[in-house]
């Protein structure tokens, strides 16, 4: 079932250009680059707030989803992890539109915000990538991602498919809202419609990525930077070191870095960060170069352009596609995968099945 993959995790990362276009064919029309959700019989145009809770990695596509509501449609997002939520009195207004965002559609504690927020009289959404799991059954709104099965324990491909219904989502609403017109909306479904080609290009950086495993598979810490969009990507790539090559690592806003992390900085911490071309390269350059300034070892991941710029003294460099920034997120999830995969296949851990973890959440 692995095919020539050594792993599924592995097989699940290559899979994205195809199950991410597999994804955004159920909710675009390719031919007049419009977006197309599924049929509901509920008016998008009177959400004013949205409340996204999800946990994981699922909940790092809720943030960086609350970029895109929030940019896009201009409505209100709060998000919060299930655990949390569950037990915080959290305000639900009405009209609101409660999200979950799951792969398993079990897990406990996303299950059970859900029905809190279902017995409160929101209006229920989720994207999950089991289309007969608990939560599809709950939903009023079903928004199924098309990754396939995912068998690797570490989530990778049900990420980018939910970031591709989100974005998508988020157009949507946009539209619905009157704070989208055609033109603005073709373009955003062209941009997606590039994601595909572009996770095929930055999965070409394959054999560099395993290459820079080696200086990353060593450390005790490794920190992980990022800005916007990409903040939410420098947490996944740190939990993904976390999960399964068991290094300790942490993603910070990169501009949170002057407010404490920085004392961390020495010779034997690898900080990677996540800078692609746009408006936030500037800023996220220049908390770099203060870490470089402190002695940092630095690895930086962006485009060409931005690797002419700023890559010079960095220890490594990983070139991807220069995108679109809508789309980023997703392309620069393939490089904190397959950073974290090929670091564990160094160190000799058990990636489809690292210790200590289930890929279902059952029980709180
Ligand atoms: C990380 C990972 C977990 C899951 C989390 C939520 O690689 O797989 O953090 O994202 O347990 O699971 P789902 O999406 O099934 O609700």
């Given at each position: 079932e692995k095919g020539n993959y050594r792993h599924f995790m592995q097989k699940e990362i290559f899979e994205q250009p195809t199950v991410v276009a597999q994804t955004l064919r159920s909710y675009?029309?390719?031919?007049?680059?419009s977006v197309a959700l599924p049929q509901?019989?509920?008016?998008?145009?009177?959400?004013?707030r949205i409340t996204i809770v999800a946990c994981g990695t699922s909940f790092y596509a809720a943030m960086v989803a609350k970029y895109w509501f929030e940019t896009f449609a201009r409505v209100p997002v709060d998000i919060d992890v299930a655990s949390e939520f569950r037990y915080r009195q959290p305000v639900l207004e009405d009209g609101g539109l409660a999200l979950f965002i799951s792969q398993?559609?079990?897990?406990a504690d996303t299950l059970a915000a859900l029905r809190h927020c279902k017995a409160e009289g929101q209006t229920i959404g989720v994207v999950v990538?089991?289309?007969?799991s608990s939560m599809a059954r709950e939903a009023d709104l079903l928004l199924p991602t098309?990754?396939?099965?995912?068998?690797?324990?570490?989530?990778?491909k049900a990420f980018t498919c939910q970031l591709a219904v989100l974005a998508a989502l988020a157009a949507h609403l946009a539209v619905k809202k009157g704070r989208m017109d055609r033109a603005e909306e073709e373009e955003v479904v062209r941009h997606l419609l590039e994601a595909p080609a572009a996770l095929n290009a930055a999965l070409d950086h394959d054999e560099d990525i395993a290459a820079m495993a080696h200086l990353i598979a060593p450390a005790r810490d490794v920190l992980y930077l990022g800005r916007g969009p990409d903040y939410p990507l420098a947490l996944e790539g740190a939990l993904k070191l976390k999960e399964i090559s068991y290094i300790h690592a942490e993603g910070y806003a990169?501009?949170?870095?002057?407010?404490?992390?920085?004392?961390?900085?020495?010779?034997?911490v690898p900080v990677i960060v996540l800078a692609p071309s746009g408006p936030l390269f500037e800023k996220t350059v220049s908390n770099m170069q203060e870490v470089r300034a402190r002695g940092g070892q630095v690895v930086l991941i962006s485009d060409a352009e931005g690797l002419r710029e700023?890559?010079?003294?960095?220890?490594a460099t990983i070139e991807m596609p220069r995108v679109h920034p809508l789309i980023a997120p997703l392309v620069y999830a393939v490089p904190v995968q397959l950073l974290a995969y090929h670091t564990a296949c160094v160190k000799g851990t058990d990636v489809d099945q690292p210790r200590n973890l289930a890929k279902s959440v059952t029980v709180e």
């Open positions: 675009v029309h390719q031919a007049n680059n509901i019989d509920f008016d998008l145009s009177t959400v004013k398993s559609g079990e897990t990538n089991v289309p007969t098309h990754a396939g099965p995912e068998i690797g324990v570490a989530s990778t990169s501009g949170e870095m002057k407010h404490g992390p920085i004392a961390l900085i020495d010779e034997a700023a890559g010079e003294g960095c220890i």
